[in-house]
Every structure is written in structure tokens, then in C-alpha cells.
């Protein structure tokens, strides 16, 4: 079983709002595989799917961003999940609106979610896609900036930023993180 995590924060004040990319992500997914309704397990909302032959397991945390750890390492723990069986989609300040970069392990860079990911998982060995979505304007904070929704210009490169990421976990879940670098790091120049 692989994990895909998709960060972000609960309720509907969050909903569409840029640090909520990953659960964005995630819905994507659930739709395109015909998910059942999700459950809450493991502080967060949870459905699996089948990609291709692989089970996945999708996990968008209910904890808010900076706690999704606890959420992670108690599915990770559950079901006995290797770091590299895990994907964690999370939303990027450094990186311009829609661009979308995949690593397999390294520093949070300043993402909190991520960070207490790999806090609980006592490891950096996590892969992740991370998701521009562009830097404040201005003297607005990082912390306001991200709780904020899109513009309407950028809504439409967002969307297809989330269907390019999407299509990114699907290459990972079936061929790893070699094959989804190679394919989606270069065509995301």
C-alpha cells in the first residue's frame, strides 16, 4: 500500500485557500478513481483507491497544516508503510503560481505541514510534490498570504496545476519517484 497525503486545513473558511492545495490534490484523485466517500481515521479524512494495480491510500489530515504529522505517522504505523511508500502534496511559497517540483527527500523549506511530517517520521526521507502558489505581494505576511484564495487570473493556471499534479501521483503509485521526477520535473520548466 502507498500513502498519498494531501496537506491542508479544515473546514470551509480554508476551502480554496492556497495552503489547501494538497487536499485539493487529493480530491482530484478521489475523483478520478471513483473513490468511496471518505472516513474520518487516523485524524483525517481517509478513502483508498486503485491506481493501476497499486492500493493507494489517500489521507487529507484534519489536525490544521502545522499538526498533519500525528495524522501521517499513525497511518504510517497502522498499516506498516515504508517512507518511500508515502507522497506528501503541499503547497510552496518559493516557487511561482502553478509550478510544480517533486523531490524524494530533503528540508521543509519552510512548510510547516511538511516539517512536522518529517518530525514524527523522525526522517526527511519523505517524498513530496511541492505547488507554487507564489510569493506575498508586498509587505503581507507569509502566514496571511497563503490563508488567502487565488486570483481570479491565477485560478485557471492553479487548476491545471492540480490535474498535472494529479497525474504526477499516478506516475509515482505505478512507476516511483524516479519515473514522476524524470517526467514531471522537466515538464514543469
Same mark, same amino acid.
Not at 500500500?1 to 496537506?7: E, N
Not at 481515521?41 to 493507494?56: N, P, R, Y
Given at each position: 500500500?502507498?500513502?498519498?497525503?494531501?496537506?491542508?486545513?479544515?473546514?470551509?473558511?480554508?476551502?480554496?485557500?492556497?495552503?489547501?492545495?494538497?487536499?485539493?490534490?487529493?480530491?482530484?484523485?478521489? *475523483?478520478?478513481?471513483? !473513490? /468511496?466517500? #471518505?472516513?474520518?481515521?487516523? +485524524?483525517? %479524512?481517509?478513502?483508498? &483507491?486503485?491506481?493501476?494495480?497499486?492500493?493507494?491510500?489517500?489521507?487529507?489530515?484534519?489536525?490544521?497544516?502545522?499538526?498533519?504529522? *500525528?495524522?501521517?505517522? !499513525? /497511518?504510517? #504505523?497502522?498499516?506498516?508503510? +515504508?517512507? %518511500?511508500?508515502?507522497? &506528501?502534496?503541499?503547497?510552496?511559497?518559493?516557487?511561482?503560481?502553478?509550478?510544480?517540483?517533486?523531490?524524494?527527500?530533503?528540508?521543509?523549506?519552510?512548510?510547516?505541514?511538511?516539517?512536522?511530517?518529517?518530525?514524527?517520521?523522525?526522517?526527511?526521507?519523505?517524498?513530496?510534490?511541492?505547488?507554487?502558489?507564489?510569493?506575498?505581494?508586498?509587505?503581507?505576511?507569509?502566514?496571511?498570504?497563503?490563508?488567502?484564495?487565488?486570483?481570479?487570473?491565477?485560478?485557471?493556471?492553479?487548476?491545471?496545476?492540480?490535474?498535472?499534479?494529479?497525474?504526477?501521483?499516478?506516475?509515482?503509485?505505478?512507476?516511483?519517484?524516479?519515473?514522476?521526477?524524470?517526467?514531471?520535473?522537466?515538464?514543469?520548466?
Amino acid at each position: 500500500m502507498k500513502l498519498v497525503v494531501g496537506l491542508g486545513n479544515p473546514g470551509q473558511k480554508y476551502a480554496g485557500t492556497r495552503h489547501n492545495i494538497g487536499f485539493d490534490v487529493v480530491s482530484e484523485l478521489a *475523483r478520478r478513481w471513483n !473513490a /468511496a466517500p #471518505s472516513k474520518l481515521k487516523f +485524524e483525517a %479524512e481517509t478513502t483508498d &483507491v486503485l491506481i493501476g494495480t497499486t492500493k493507494v491510500l489517500l489521507l487529507a489530515p484534519q489536525t490544521y497544516m502545522n499538526a498533519s504529522g *500525528r495524522s501521517v505517522q !499513525a /497511518a504510517v #504505523s497502522f498499516y506498516q508503510i +515504508e517512507l %518511500e511508500d508515502v507522497f &506528501v502534496i503541499c503547497d510552496d511559497m518559493n516557487l511561482p503560481v502553478g509550478r510544480n517540483r517533486i523531490r524524494k527527500s530533503g528540508s521543509a523549506g519552510g512548510q510547516k505541514g511538511l516539517k512536522n511530517i518529517c518530525d514524527h517520521l523522525r526522517s526527511d526521507e519523505v517524498p513530496r510534490l511541492r505547488i507554487g502558489v507564489g510569493a506575498p505581494p508586498g509587505t503581507q505576511s507569509g502566514a496571511d498570504f497563503v490563508l488567502s484564495k487565488f486570483a481570479k487570473a491565477e485560478r485557471a493556471e492553479m487548476d491545471l496545476a492540480v490535474a498535472r499534479a494529479a497525474d504526477a501521483v499516478e506516475c509515482w503509485a505505478e512507476q516511483g519517484i524516479a519515473a514522476a521526477m524524470n517526467a514531471f520535473n522537466a515538464a514543469d520548466k
